[in-house]
């Protein structure tokens, strides 16, 4: 069990980092909260680490967000994006626009419904249809519906919002 | 109309959450076989089959734009000794609270009593049965097992505060040396000695079966003087055991005492290895471990009397747990 989890940990600590990171929108929050996952998960010793740890790692972000909501800061991708195709040979300009797509994008998936968002990043992040299907409830067969759903909500909330800026931009 | 075009008409499409589904290798190898015959006769079918790819490949691709930057991942080990310092300190508030609780029950009885008996002394026997220790080997006991060394250590082992029956259950019916017996009638007789404060010896599951010590850190053989010297003269071990190996892990620096591992063995010929050393080891240690287990927490002070945290004292060896247990009593 031990060695199950330390795999699990050397293999899938990025795509909770990334999971979290799209519920919290904060990195160093995201690894916070991502290391707080698995330190849980060794005190309990799950019997199926892998979605145990992504259950949790969903607890983790929805009382993160109520707690934000209670502070009432806001984060805004902005200022704490990672830039992750940034270089220093970047310009300004391509910088301003790499990150106006990020923004899109987040919104994009903020269009969905919360169950549709859910079931999306849980697949992103690797977990098979069951697993996604026992820790959001819906039987083995709606995720495939939900997640065709999703992805043609996200791909045309994206377009819609990419040509809204053309049509603001011309 | 053709007939082939009748036919393909009438044929049943695949629906588009099946082909995510497909896509996403989340069905059977009977359903894929299906699924890839009619694929292979239906043109239009293919023609979804591609767009949900498309489909999916720029859901994936638009979501690797919402990536945090290369997170840096602490060593695994670092987390699991979080986890152990965390089960530590539950352990304690629980043991606390326990603690709390027993002495306000107490102290209520003794008000109710006293309020039932009149304005007369409050009934001594109210308090009396919490001892003021957690350690609370009665003085009367026949040779006290736990005799606090004359060096600046304790080791104390844990203690429920709720009063539990002396074991009723019988020493191991079949133990398998003799010389094991005496142990375990020993420890029933401390135990049933001590009416209110029976002593607790927490059990760790041990799931997996491994080599003697894990492979992790540097382990050192080291002869009984010389582990004497390094760990400041103080090796727990089981008294009156022959010493068989002293390994220890840790560097001779001076910063701090190292993990020891005695390994002894009994007159049956099998081995106990009693641990000490920093909570996070001692546990990665255990973790690795196959059969019973017993454990204490240790306090220490060094020669300045500051406290030395953190550290734990564990006993193993495929022994019943029973013979774990007295043998804890008897480490020094």
């Known amino acids: 069990m031990t060695d199950d989890l330390k795999n699990l940990y050397e293999t899938t600590y990025a795509a909770v980092v990334r999971f979290l990171y799209r519920k919290v929108w904060d990195p ?5 909260l991502a290391q707080e996952v698995f330190v849980r998960a060794m005190k309990h010793n799950p019997d199926k680490p892998r979605a145990w740890v992504f259950a949790v790692a969903a607890n983790l972000a929805r009382d993160e967000a109520r707690a934000a909501v209670r502070r009432k800061r806001h984060l805004t991708l902005l200022k704490s994006d990672p830039t992750p195709l940034t270089s220093p040979q970047r310009s300004a300009e391509d910088l301003i626009e790499h990150n106006e797509k990020l923004e899109r994008m987040r919104e994009a998936l903020h269009a969905l419904t919360p169950r549709d968002q859910e ?16 820790q959001t409830g819906l039987a083995v067969g709606a995720v495939g519906t939900t997640l065709a759903r999703a992805r043609r909500r996200l791909v045309d909330a994206f377009d819609r919002q990419e040509a809204e800026r053309h049509a603001a931009h011309s | 109309m053709p007939l082939i075009d009748k036919k393909l008409r009438d044929m049943r499409h695949i629906p588009e959450e099946e082909l995510h589904a497909y896509l996403d290798q989340a069905l059977s190898r009977s359903q894929c076989v299906e699924i890839e015959s009619h694929l292979a006769s239906c043109p239009p079918c293919r023609q979804a089959r591609d767009g949900i790819a498309a489909l999916r490949d720029r859901t994936t691709a638009l979501l690797a734009t919402l990536a945090p930057p290369r997170p840096i991942k602490p060593a695994y080990a670092d987390l699991r000794a979080q986890a152990a310092a965390r089960i530590l300190k539950k352990r304690r508030i629980v043991r606390a609270v326990g603690w709390a609780a027993s002495i306000s029950l107490a102290l209520g009885l003794g008000w109710i009593a006293n ?3 009149g304005a007369g002394p409050p009934p001594a026997t109210a308090v009396a049965p919490l001892p003021a220790t957690p350690v609370a080997m009665p003085e009367s006991a026949p040779a006290s097992p736990v005799e606090v060394p004359d060096r600046e250590s ?6 429920e505060p709720h009063p539990i029956p002396a074991p ?9 040396d003799a010389s094991l017996a005496p142990a375990t009638d020993r420890f029933q007789s401390v135990a049933a000695g001590i009416p209110t404060e029976p002593l607790r010896v927490e059990i760790i599951p041990v799931q997996q079966l491994a080599g003697d010590l894990p492979t992790a850190g540097l382990w050192r053989s080291v002869s009984w003087d010389g582990a004497q010297a390094e760990s400041d003269a103080w090796i727990p071990r089981v008294e009156g055991l022959p010493v068989v190996t002293v390994q220890v892990q840790g560097d001779q620096q001076g910063s701090g005492k190292p993990l020891t591992v005695v390994a002894q063995r009994l007159s ?30 240790v306090e220490m002070n060094d020669n300045s009397g500051t406290r030395q945290d953190d550290r734990m004292l564990a006993i193993y060896g495929s022994v019943p747990i029973d013979t774990l247990r007295a043998f804890l009593l008897k480490v020094r």
């Open chain 2, 154 to 159: 304790q080791i104390r082992v844990a203690s």
């Open chain 1, 119 to 134: 079931v999306l990043l849980l697949w992103d992040a690797g977990l098979s249809y069951p697993e996604i299907a026992e």
């Open chain 2, 168 to 176: 009723t259950r019988e020493p191991e019916p079949k133990t398998p």
């Open chain 2, 115 to 117: 309020s039932w008996i």
């Open chain 2, 268 to 297: 049956s010929g099998q081995m106990i290895q009693t641990v000490e050393g920093p909570i996070a080891k001692v546990s990665d240690l255990l973790s690795h471990q196959s059969g019973p287990t017993v454990t204490a927490s």
């Open chain 1, 28 to 32: 160093d929050r995201a690894e916070d």
